[in-house]
């Protein structure tokens, strides 16, 4: 049986509409609820979100779903999604939300769930709140519905968490850093903690208005942030996205590294010969090279953190991530933290004394292209004849000299084309043939 509601992370759609609407999130909220309202101890669920206009409504809606229910809500306003694992945890709540459709535009939304261990729901715990949100629980009578409480320290609490992941005693004086927070969910706690720190901070993406979260900035478009990096002589710039559980960097020139090199900065700083890194089948063909030679494996899952850190916590490993910038370090964190990953990059900076272009050209690429094509939802491009013989035509033709990864979208009717070879030209004519039978599908 597969999951219907819940996507890659979460549950996610276009606000009011679909399975983003007050009711739906109600729903959820009242199934969440039950699912995880065990034992006789007080219940509690801790609720973030990231600035959307539309998250006041479903933060609303949830919380009147869990109260029907018997769980109380804390919540915790504009708060980091790595924010919510933590406190869940740290509060003892029974489970946390997250609302943030993440890097996307205000006009989505999402729900993610965190167990009472901090950690994002299982395909067979997602399975069985969708069969409750078809089939609503009972109500509990009115001596045990559920109540809500604002908490004020949120950003507080998680600032000096974060803190502790880097050495007590390492400052960041003299480092002028350009910090871009995209709008969202870290506009206030990511600017304190870096002036906290000793940096000095030049803030962009700080003006939340419901609207303009991840509108022309953050990890996702890092134009103003390297032109403010280049105007300001910044020694390093760091993008987040909407809800902040990626990062992108850029070093003294503007240049981007992506979430590839800080995964094998920090692997050649944290991990010893014999260690792995986990990531996901997206990863450059570089990056594999790199940690061979280094003595440390590679190993893929599927796209999604959720999947990375599944296969941390099955197999042992630390560190984790994907190339779009998710950095997970299960030393401290149970998911992505865009700010976690860029104190271990500013560490890496005061420790080394490198310029940052130095420090984050850790290999080099091998040419990668990827072609994200619409479909039509409802039909299944990938099983079409054209598509399936064009992906073996290309596989032909790359040899054990590229690779190809070919897959459906899990938050939008896109299908992700991407290949890597070190023929620019065959890689684009590979990429491009693929794409277009992907097209040309009905």
Known sequence: MTRKLFGTDGVRGRANQGNMTAEMAMRLGMAA????????????????????????????????????????????????????????????????????????????????????????????????????????????????????????????????FIKTTIPRDLRLNGLRIVLDCANGAAYRVAPQVLWELGAEVIPLGVQPDGY??????????????????????????????????????????????????????IAKRRLSRGDSLVSTVMSNLGLERYLAKSGIGLTRTKVGDRYVVQEMRSSGHRLGGEQSGHIVLLDHVTTGDGLLAGLQILAALVESGQAASKLLHVFDKVPQLLENVKFTPGTEPLQAEAVTSAMAEGESRFGDKGRLVIR???????????????????????????????????
């Open 33 to 160: 609820g039950t699912y995880f309202r065990n034992g006789d101890h007080a219940h509690n669920v801790v609720i973030g979100k990231d600035t959307r206009r539309s998250g006041y409504m479903l933060e609303t809606a949830m919380t009147a779903g869990f109260a029907a229910v018997g769980m109380s809500t804390l919540m915790l306003g504009p708060l980091p999604t790595p924010a919510v694992g933590m406190l869940t945890r740290s509060m003892r709540a029974d489970l946390g939300v997250m609302i943030s459709a993440s890097h996307n535009a205000f006009e989505d939304n999402g729900i993610k769930f965190f167990g009472p261990d901090g950690f994002k729901l299982s395909d067979e715990a997602e399975l069985e709140i969708e069969a409750l949100v078809r089939d609503l629980p009972p109500l509990v009578p009115p001596r045990d519905i559920g109540r809500s409480k604002r908490v004020d320290d949120g950003v507080g609490r998680y600032a000096e």
């Open 212 to 265: 303009n979260i991840n509108l022309d900035c953050g990890s996702t478009d890092t134009r103003r942030a390297s032109k403010a990096v280049v105007e300001y002589r910044a020694d390093i710039g760091l993008c987040l996205d909407g809800d902040a559980d990626r990062i992108i960097v850029l070093d003294e020139t503007g240049e981007v590294a992506d979430g590839d090199q800080i995964m094998a900065l």
């Open 408 to 442: 459906a979208s899990g938050t939008e009717p896109l299908i992700r084309v991407m290949g890597e070879h070190e023929n620019p030209e065959l890689l684009r004519e590979v990429v491009m043939d693929i794409a277009a039978a992907v097209k040309n599908t009905k």
